[in-house]
């Protein structure tokens, strides 16, 4: 393996990297690797392996443990399967730094991640974590951008990515992540409690892609959007009172959704049209039956009218 340690940048001092892991096999050296070419080095890698079974998982962790040449420490944290809560407040928890980087096993980080993201923190105490845009790859090729923001911002919808740089001593005055959220959403939930640590609390978002995320029609962030309703009902009633103080924030923030979406299949259909294409069988019974009182016949009637 390449020496790592020639040429060796600077070592921040104040920030720490977790990474779960769980039956990842080679994509968890990737995420390791990503954190030795930063351009400003994580004291050190905590890596949580969250009960993998695989053969070719555990060897690989094997030879992390055993490597010599990584520029920054390693050290590999073993538990039985416990969900990925679990595995980042054991991580965390571990974590010395007031800075702690999260970050998953099937994720990597461009080169000056840590080096930016951490300076936002470090320039503004009333920010609890910080993070940067998305560089999707896998089966979708795309830049996705968050906002950030305070937890009005967060009500309607997560506002920031699961890798991000937190601060330590809010991750334990809000609880940690909840162990409980095995279904998805427990990052969005993590989130919503560290804003509810102050008044001035707010979550900063880079507007660098500086996140390569993995995406495959399988992956647990996509199957976790089947039970959306359910995991958000659990969101409103466990932070009742952050969404009773911002209610008509949370409320437009959620019609505002809508509404972009509405338009967006309003112009798909009006583009089908003008190309004398069939409609679809959702765009056909939209058309037959458009819904009321939501923007529904409104968008109906434009499309008619061509």
Known sequence: MKDLNKNRPSV???????IT???????????????CEQTLLPARILLVDDGSTDENSIRILEQLESDLHFPVSIEILRQP???VSA??????????APLVLVLDGDDRLKPSYIEKVSGLLRKDSSMTAASSWLHTFGVLDSVVRPLGGSIAAFLSRNCCPATHILRRKIWEQCGGY????????????????MLETSTDAHIGILEEALIDYRTAPSSFNVRSMEKRLELMEFLINKHKTAYQNHMVRAILGIESISMSRLRGWEEEICHSLEKKQSLSKASGDFMEHPTYGDGGMAAAVRIASL
């Open 21 to 35: 892991s769980f039956n990842q096999g080679s994509m968890i050296l990737e995420a390791v690797r990503s954190l």
């Open 81 to 83: 399967n416990g969900g």
């Open 178 to 193: 909840d162990e409980s959220m095995r279904s998805g959403f427990e990052d969005w939930d993590f989130f919503l409690g």
């Open 87 to 96: 595995a980042r407040n054991a991580g965390i928890c571990k974590a010395q």
């Open 12 to 18: 921040a001092k104040d920030v720490e990297a977790v």
